[in-house]
């Protein structure tokens, strides 16, 4: 059987990631995702990551259309319990399929989303609000996109 588009776009972040930094100084894991429809075992993200000093727990979601909606992020309660922990980065990479784009969202800018009631991701829209969402340099090829995560080294405590 074929692997969907999410699967495949999780196998480009994963190679994309690991070459965005010079080889033997990051580790990145897929954690093992269960597909027997037990709603009761989920993971807190799809991805932990490692670029000294910091570990990043990263979930990855494509979607088409112009935003993504934020109920489809399941792993939320999750994710906001790592925030606030010294050295830990944690959020949500975004590709939207229509729009040719990779975003990094912290989990902090989609506590804050909630907290105003919005209740999807339409990056440039949000950018143009004022909320922290940085975008994955990346370039289209035929389908995906090649993107440097190296950026995410930039981020400050709580991203």
């Known amino acids: 059987m074929a692997l969907n588009k999410g699967k495949q776009f999780e196998a480009k972040f994963k190679q994309d990631f690991l070459n965005s930094f010079p080889k033997g100084t990051v580790s990145i894991d897929r954690l093992y ?52 922990i010294p050295g830990v980065r944690t959020g949500v990479i975004l590709w939207l399929e229509d729009k040719d784009r990779v975003d990094y969202i912290p989990i902090s800018t989609i506590t804050k989303l909630k907290e105003n009631d919005i209740k999807s991701i339409n990056p440039e829209k949000l950018l143009a609000a004022g909320y922290r969402i940085i975008s994955i340099p990346s370039v ?17 405590e709580g991203e």
């Open 33 to 84: 995702d269960s597909v027997s429809g037990f709603k009761a075992i989920s993971n807190i993200s799809d991805f932990i990551g490692f670029i000294k000093p910091n570990i990043f727990y990263l979930e990855c979601k494509s979607h088409k259309g112009a935003s993504f909606p934020l109920s489809n992020l399941t792993q939320y309660d999750k994710l906001v319990g790592k925030v606030g």
């Open 140 to 156: 289209k090829k035929r389908v995906y996109m090649d993107s440097d995560y190296s950026i995410l080294t930039t981020l400050e």
